[in-house]
């Protein structure tokens, strides 16, 4: 078992503990305590003179996308450039899920979170509307036949079924899934699904004073709990699906005309803010950065607005990433349908990263695709 995974549960054996003993309890997954996950260990910065390989030994080295990577990043850093950015103005910005992490095993880690919450989960109040959704997330994921509406009623659902949990309790519950083994895949749980070389170009970024936030579509709480000691990424930094927030006892009152009490505690609401996909990503930079990134990795379409907007009209030289899960040995990719995808990113601007041909690992040498699935019998009424 790997070493993130065991610290996830210890995290959540101590946060259930604190949880039933106090009110408060300490965030999830202190980085100070938890390692990172052994098969993502990467180098800790790049030295002067030090080999591309010891920087990026997950990739590889003739990849275009990474030395097109490298190549701008020399020129932005260099203060002798006409390409030169200030340290303040450098930002990079990352979808998550398909592009930091795992997204085709078989589906998105939020949609089996909330599929577990309401089928399996006897603490979750169902309703009949609410059970649907989370049979239609079960009985869709292996043929990808969600409907089209499915990100939108997902993110209503989500916002319902977490309803009433204070983030402790939230994280408690996010953790108890990512100990979870990944389905189609041995040696690996959800904790540990994060692609190696993708972890490589954020520390790699860091180590030349870029400021990197993940914009994702999912929920930004779930995101800060699972990211956590994988990257040296601040919540603040972490942007995402948002519901409101309120005390126990404020009820129905207006949050203007409520004072928060002592024996109050903030907790998740059923009221949805923003799913945070396509152009909602460049309404959520805005608000939460306020700058005009200069860098932008994603894989989908739903990243695209956020693509354009950092490399349009932009002071500075600018750059955008599509990552494409073209890899059908390794992982879930379409090689068929992610290589026309890419012929359109690259028409876009876009540089495209090929997951077959620009990784040497996806997960680490340990994890291996099994082809079959347990979802159905798992996730059964």
Known sequence: MKKRTVCLILSMIMMIG??????EAPKPADT?????????????????????????????????????????????????SPDFIPVEDRIAVFDMDGTLCAELCPTYLEYYMLAWRILKDPTCQTDEEMLEVGRTLRDC????????????????????AYAGMTFEEFAAFVTSILIKDVDGFEGMTYADSFYVPMIEVVEYLQDNDFDVYVVSGSD??????????????PYRNIIGMDVEW????EGDTDGLDYQYKADDR??????????????NKVKQIMRDIGKQPVL?????????????????????????????ADDEERDYGNTEKTR????????????????????????????????????????AD
């Open 296 to 324: 932008s990795f994603g894989n989908s379409s739903g990243d695209y607005s956020m693509h354009m907007y950092t490399i349009s009209n932009n002071k500075y030289r600018s750059a955008a990433f599509m990552l494409i």
């Open 340 to 379: 026309k995808l890419g012929e359109k990113w690259e028409a876009s601007g876009f540089t495209v990263i090929s997951m077959r041909d620009d990784f040497l690992t996806i997960y680490g040498e340990d994890v291996v695709k099994t082809g079959t699935f347990r979802w159905l019998e798992e996730l």
């Open 220 to 233: 930004r709480a779930l995101c800060r709990v699972f990211i956590e000691g994988v990257f040296d990424i």
């Open 32 to 80: 100070a305590e938890q390692p990172p996950v052994s098969s993502t260990d990467t180098p800790d910065t790049e030295e002067p003179g030090t080999e591309l390989e010891d920087v990026f030994p997950s990739w590889n080295q003739d990849a275009a996308s990474l030395n097109a990577l490298i190549d701008y990043v020399e020129a932005v850093t260099d203060e002798k």
């Open 266 to 279: 903030l907790v998740r609401t059923d009221r949805l803010i923003i799913k945070n996909l396509q152009t």
């Open 246 to 249: 309120a005390p126990t006892g």
């Open 18 to 23: 604190l949880l039933a003993g106090c009110s």
């Open 141 to 160: 994921a292996l043929d990808k036949s969600f409907p089209s509406d499915m990100p939108m009623q997902h993110a209503i659902q989500a916002a319902r």
